[in-house]
């Protein structure tokens, strides 16, 4: 018994250790991939019938506490198992735990809306114990008496010691974890339950002519999973919208308080805006276009009656972010929105839920923000912003520019007729042309799928008569103002990329 306990003590401490950091990351960056949910939840899915019946007889509402004692006490049996096993006939434990790690992924990968990368916290998991593991069954060696050293190169004492200590880091590292997560876990649940209210103004319907059906290129409207996210949320805020409120403060002379439950009540109203982060590069993918439905922020701030001085609007996250709005952006009457919805469904977490900022004309890293909790009226003169305090200018308008989706660079295509399409955007403004020009020929007019709004991007599409070799492509808009996109190239930093994005291809 003495000879079994030691190497199955280190099996379990190996898998606690392995399990902890697996729900750490799980909770911290990739809320959907717990190990311990998703195999039982897979668990859940294999049962039987009978078995769930007879479980939720036994237990009742308990049956989910039931399920995740029961999984635990079988993970704790196989790795001490696993301890035992490579103790005894190395790397069998390993491969045992190895085999563990592939049930967590086929578990997070087969869950609807998962991923490969929902399959990383298992994949960490059983990283994690396979080289505890090993490290502990060295140590154990070591405790063995030897010609050299009758008593062992390392004391049996530090042998308990070292592995009461990982299993004990495990287990908090398991319990953070799991408490961290559970605020995600209940927004995720309360956000189910939504239903959206009807808005009383639609947005107009999306034309059949907006959109061009060309493989590869951007669709009209960005699907939510597919939509970027930048932010600074390590862990995204799982709020409860029964307990989030927004307030308005600062310069004015009312101010004012809103619940979610009085938020949905309001005349809500519906309308397509593309939003652009700041670090996009020239040609890059940091936007995307979507269906938002939302109250306009003019109309609250108007109860609150900003003070005349006042030019700003500072916006805080839940999480202590803040953005620097120029007022008149959320006065005027653009669709400056606080946004509850996204392509008819309630918020993703991810992008705000409950509620964010969505303003038209606008990088996001001075109006779009997620998890809003205040709007203080103030100046620019007075306060700055997250971003400002870091080199980046205050108003931070969206520059007038074009990507190229189709061809991919680098691709070879052969000569003849070639379609090369993508899109172009001058948010708040719109676009009225795009040229294309190949090589160091002139500048030829490309075709325009008509607009939504002066808020969204446009599709544009160029037949080009490719002919043999290796070819430079460029592309250029021109906004409803006439000024044409300038070559001039400057970084993101500190108000947005310029420049004329190009591809190379290759004509067979």
Avoid at 260 to 268: H, S, T
Avoid at 367 to 372: I, L, P, Q, R, Y
Avoid at 401 to 413: E, T
Wanted: net charge neutral; with cysteine; hydrophobic share 45%.
């Amino acid at each position: 018994m003495t000879e079994f306990w030691r190497p199955a003590a280190a099996g379990v401490a190996s898998v606690v250790a392995g399990v902890g950091a697996g729900e750490l990351v799980s909770a911290f960056v990739i809320q959907n991939g717990s190990p311990v949910l998703t195999v039982g939840a897979l668990l859940i899915d294999l049962a039987p019938a009978w078995v769930k019946e007879a479980v939720i007889g036994l237990f009742g509402t308990g049956d989910k506490a039931f399920l995740i004692v029961s999984l635990g006490i079988v993970v704790l049996a196989g790795a001490a198992l696993a301890g035992w096993l490579e103790r005894i006939r190395p790397p069998r434990g390993r491969i045992l735990i190895g085999l563990g790690g592939a049930v967590g992924v086929v578990a997070a990968v087969t869950r609807a809306g998962n991923g490969l990368l929902e399959a990383i916290p298992s994949v960490l998991a059983a990283v994690v114990a396979i080289l505890v593991l090993g490290t502990l069954m060295r140590l154990l060696r070591d405790t063995e008496p030897t010609r050299i050293a009758p008593e062992g190169r390392v004391s049996r004492r530090r042998f308990v010691g070292t592995t009461a200590a990982t299993a004990a880091g495990g287990a908090l590292a398991l319990i953070v974890g799991q408490a961290v997560a559970g605020g995600f876990r209940a927004a995720s649940a309360a956000r189910a339950a939504i239903r959206l209210p009807a808005p009383a103004r639609t947005a107009p319907p999306v034309p059949a002519a907006a959109s061009f059906d060309i493989p590869g290129l951007s669709p009209i409207i960005t699907p939510n999973a597919d939509f970027y996210r930048i932010d600074t949320a390590l862990q995204i805020p799982g709020i409860d919208p029964a307990s989030w409120r927004l307030r308005i403060t600062g310069m004015v002379e009312q101010e004012v308080e809103l619940t979610f439950a009085e938020l949905l009540k309001l005349p809500l109203e519906e309308s397509t805006t593309t939003l652009t982060c700041v670090s996009n590069e020239v040609g890059g993918d940091l936007i995307g276009n979507a269906t938002w439905l939302g109250y306009p922020i003019r109309h609250l701030l108007a109860r609150a009656k900003p003070s005349a001085d006042a030019d700003m609007v500072l916006s805080t996250s839940q999480d202590g972010w803040t953005a620097s709005t120029p007022l008149e952006a959320l006065t005027d009457e653009r669709n400056a929105i606080l946004a509850v919805g996204m392509n008819g469904s309630p918020l993703p977490l991810e992008h705000g839920y409950p509620v964010r900022m969505v303003v038209p004309g606008l990088y996001g890293y001075v109006s779009a923000t997620k998890w809003v909790v205040s709007l203080e009226v103030t100046r620019f003169d007075e306060h700055t912003s997250y971003w400002t305090d870091r080199g980046w200018s205050e108003m931070g308008p969206v520059k007038l520019s074009s990507r190229i989706d189709v061809p991919a660079s680098g691709r070879q295509v052969k000569a003849g007729t070639v379609t090369v399409a993508g899109v172009a955007w001058s948010q708040h403004v719109g676009v009225s042309a795009v040229q294309v020009r190949v090589d160091d020929g002139p500048w030829q007019q490309a075709t325009l799928a008509d607009a939504i709004s002066a808020d969204t991007w446009r599709q544009w599409r160029y037949d080009w008569d490719a002919t043999p070799g290796a070819h430079t492509l460029r592309v250029r808009a021109t906004d409803a103002k006439g000024l044409v996109q300038t070559s001039t190239v400057r970084d993101v930093v500190p108000d947005g990329a310029t420049g004329l994005h190009s591809i190379q291809v290759t004509v067979a």
